[in-house]
């Protein structure tokens, strides 16, 4: 069986649609914190199970006869999200489940000033640390994002925001397939992934581009300073926390942290993976 956590999220719920296409559905099992989300899951044979990070006795339950399980990163950051992590690998161990998969990042780095970074790293180590065969997927940056930095200069006409550096947007479409061909030929990897990521980086400004292509009306690329870009989006009610880890992003992406391009998702796939443009194309109407 294979067990896949937060399938309930954008990215668990499409790994498991994309397993429904490989493997039987009473091959496999979720571990969700509502179950009754879950329930269309229950309805096509797959099982449901309530598991929270939280809750080891959950997990536990949720994790029973996996020979796989998919650890989706918790939403959350810090200490809190890596206790999640470590609890979640400890019920794995402890199930006696055969190799856990962790949805990683391609900036995964101890030093990184985006916070979710050091949060990566620290769970691979605890992985590494378990004794458990494992692979962690470092998926390149979710193209989504793009989406929550553009919703305001779609209206402004300005797409305002600190120094940035290239970036490998990744759909998350792409990822959960490829987490799936992982899962469903198990042992392709060991540790971790070379950089799943698209076939292209690009910065803020060729966001801006794209954007204004696509919608007819002109976006302009503004820079701002890091402390006047916290400084805005506490003023709209971002609390300090989240906006000082959003600055962290910039910093990050700056210093060449999510550049990287690599060829490993599009071999995973047999394609292609999808432009940013086309991603933007079919998604920027609802933002």
């Known amino acids: 069986m294979i067990v896949i956590t937060g399938a309930n999220g954008q990215l668990g719920r499409a790994v498991v649609e994309n397993l429904l296409a490989r493997v039987p559905a009473a091959d496999l099992g979720v571990s969700v914190r509502d179950q009754d989300k879950a329930r269309t899951l229950q309805e096509r044979g797959v099982r449901v199970r309530r598991g929270d990070f939280t809750d080891p006795q959950s997990l536990a339950h949720a994790f029973e006869g996996a020979s796989q399980v998919l650890i989706v990163s918790a939403d959350t950051t810090g200490e809190a999200a890596v206790n999640a992590h470590r609890t979640a690998v400890q019920a794995a161990k402890t199930a006696g489940v055969r190799r856990v998969l962790y949805s990683s990042h391609?900036?995964?780095?101890?030093?990184?000033?985006?916070?979710?970074?050091?949060?990566?790293?620290?769970?691979?180590?605890?992985?590494?640390?378990?004794?458990?065969?494992?692979?962690?997927?470092?998926?390149?940056?979710?193209?989504?994002?793009?989406?929550?930095?553009l919703r305001g200069a779609l209206q402004t006409g300005e797409l305002a925001a600190p120094e940035d550096g290239p970036v490998s947007w990744t759909t998350h479409a792409d990822l959960a397939e490829a987490a799936a061909i992982v899962l469903a030929t198990?042992?392709?990897?060991?540790?971790?992934?070379?950089?799943?990521?698209?076939?292209?980086?690009?910065?803020?400004a060729?966001?801006?581009?794209?954007?204004?292509?696509?919608?007819?009306?002109?976006?302009k690329r503004v820079t701002t300073t890091d402390e006047q870009y916290q400084a805005t989006l506490v003023s709209h009610g971002v609390p300090e926390s989240q906006a000082a880890m959003l600055v962290g992003l910039f910093v990050a992406s700056r210093r060449g942290e999510f550049a990287e391009v690599d060829p490993t998702l599009a071999t995973l796939l047999g394609r292609p993976p999808t432009l940013l443009r086309d991603f933007l194309k079919a998604t920027i109407a609802t933002t």
């Open 206 to 219: 060729d966001v801006a581009a794209i954007a204004s292509d696509l919608t007819g009306h002109p976006i």
């Open 106 to 149: 391609m900036g995964v780095n101890p030093s990184s000033p985006f916070a979710p970074m050091p949060d990566h790293a620290a769970t691979e180590t605890a992985l590494r640390d378990s004794g458990l065969a494992f692979t962690s997927l470092r998926n390149g940056f979710y193209a989504s994002t793009t989406l929550m930095l």
């Open 186 to 204: 198990e042992g392709r990897f060991e540790g971790p992934t070379p950089p799943l990521t698209g076939s292209e980086a690009l910065d803020l």
